[in-house]
């Protein structure tokens, strides 16, 4: 089998890519963490990212004059390495539309709500004031428009009655652990792709909420 080589971006701490990471570490996951990419050079995940062995690389947009300036830089990057598929994780900077279709269908972005509701931020503190029953995490191919690329899994909590935004944003990133490195895998394998603007899915669920093969 071989290994899809992945790119993980972050701006922070980096807790979805710590759970990308340790995945990738399973006998026969279909992708290696081949670098962690960061704007900042503060960036907490950085070091994490050299603790387990994975390459890092800082381009800061701060030292780049324009958008376009920094993401060519940071499109070399990406370049040099190999790299077949980018994950965002908590990455802080708006891309251009040259970045976002020069990697279209290799792009996938993890966002804490369950997509079309709450695009953009504040996702917790908007889902308690709308009054919803249910909150999650949807994991999505990136597009030009802002959240609005095509899903390919999400996860869902209950929003119970004494919630705050922080209890609730507590739960939410426990299945963002658990939903990133399962539509890493599934677009790593082929089973789930991008055709058309729309996902395709190569394998179904069962009843019990398992993949299984057809047929």
Not at 32 to 54: F, H, K, T, W
Not at 67 to 80: N, T
Not at 116 to 139: D, M, S
Not at 160 to 181: G, K
Request: net charge negative; hydrophobic share 45%.
């Amino acid at each position: 089998m071989t290994r899809r080589r992945v790119a993980i971006l972050i701006s922070g701490r980096g807790s979805n890519m710590v759970s990308l990471i340790e995945a990738a570490r399973a006998e026969g996951f279909p992708a290696e963490i081949a670098l962690v990419l960061s704007n900042r050079p503060d960036a907490a995940g950085l070091e994490r990212a050299q603790e387990a062995g994975i390459a890092t690389c800082v381009i800061d947009h701060k030292a780049h004059p324009t958008r376009e300036d920094f993401e060519k830089a940071m499109d070399a990057a990406l370049a040099s390495h190999a790299i077949d598929f980018i994950c965002l994780a908590g990455f802080m900077r708006v891309l251009t539309d040259w970045f976002v279709e020069r990697w279209a269908g290799r792009m996938v972005n993890i966002h804490p709500s369950l997509l079309p509701l709450f695009r953009g931020t504040q996702t917790h503190r908007r889902a308690l004031e709308e009054g919803v029953l249910v909150h999650g995490c949807t994991v999505h191919f990136v597009v030009p428009e802002l959240d609005a690329g095509p899903i390919i899994a999400q996860a869902a909590v209950p929003v119970v009655p004494d919630d705050t935004e922080e209890s609730l944003a507590a739960r939410v990133i426990v299945q963002e652990h658990r939903l990133y490195p399962q539509a890493l895998r599934m677009i790593c394998d082929g089973s789930a792709r991008l055709e058309k603007g729309r996902v395709v899915f190569s394998h179904a669920w069962d009843a019990s909420g398992s993949l299984h093969s057809p047929g």
